[in-house]
């Protein structure tokens, strides 16, 4: 694997990160809010002004004084997308954000796609939580995906992965009542279009069993994988079919990088929240080969808001600063 270096004085043994990439903001006092990896390895990422970035990090307080997620914000936002490839950076400016908590993705033809993780079910229609906007940044089109918004990973023919985190599962925001929560397969393909294509199948005709919280996707145009709560099965769709799954026994897996026959798995439970398995898949076998703990350049450990993307055979970790890459 490339990307860092092995010390195995201690157990597990250390994994330090090569020096990265330095994630650059378009503008000095910009902050950054969401960033993602592109079906072709570049790094997307969306920036506020500091005095605009706690509106898109916005929270309502139900009753019982419990906080979540807000939907949207709660006014019109100006924010920035970078698209990055090393030192390269294109810039697209987006004159008005209103999803709160955005995930994002670059779309053919320039495109971009903003999806806001919390939506909300109303009489009038539920929220439309997808944006798209054209390489002019202006919307071209808005859908709605769907509560509990977990991952979004797009390909290069412009379809879209979703996976759901628990209460988009299950239902909140008035999904469940009045509607059947659209994320209640734990994860959906999209089309082009934003219209829903597939649905992962539910238990009775899926060995690996029905998807309560979807917690790692690995999407390429050949196979997606996935890792999911709660029994954490790694699974392989391909041709939109189930075809191959395995038990690693590891709670907790945030994201997944796959090389042929090789995987690496990783994040955990409490300590075990930046470790990193390596595996060889031999036909319905997983044999573990290694353990590792991340840590920065200079020994320190992941910062705790790190993003972390597996695509393929690349594991992407990116904090407020740095880009990290580590390559089956």
Known sequence: MRGGRISTEAPPALWTLDPGIAVLPPRRHDTLVSASIGATGELVALWAHNDDEAALRAVTTEPGWVVFPAPRTD?????????????????THLTAVTVAH??????PQGRLLVVGARCRWRADGPDRNAVIYGSDGRVEAQATLGDGVEHVLATTSGEVWVGYFDEGVHGAYGWGDAAAPIGGPGLVRFSAELEPAWRYPPQVDNPWGAIDDCYALNVTDDAVWTCYHSDFPLVRIHADAVRDGWRPHIGGVKAIAVNDTRVALFGGYRDRRDHLVIAELTGAAMRVTGEYQLVLPDGGPLPGDTTVIGRG???????DDTWYRLTL
Do not use: K, S
């Not at 936002?77 to 810039?91: E, F, H, K």
């Not at 955005?102 to 779309?107: A, E, G, S």
């Open 75 to 91: 006014r019109p936002v100006p924010a920035r997308v970078t698209r990055q490839r090393d030192a390269t950076v294109d810039v």
């Open 313 to 319: 055979e690349v594991l992407h970790l990116i904090t």
């Open 102 to 107: 955005p995930h994002l993705q670059p779309l």
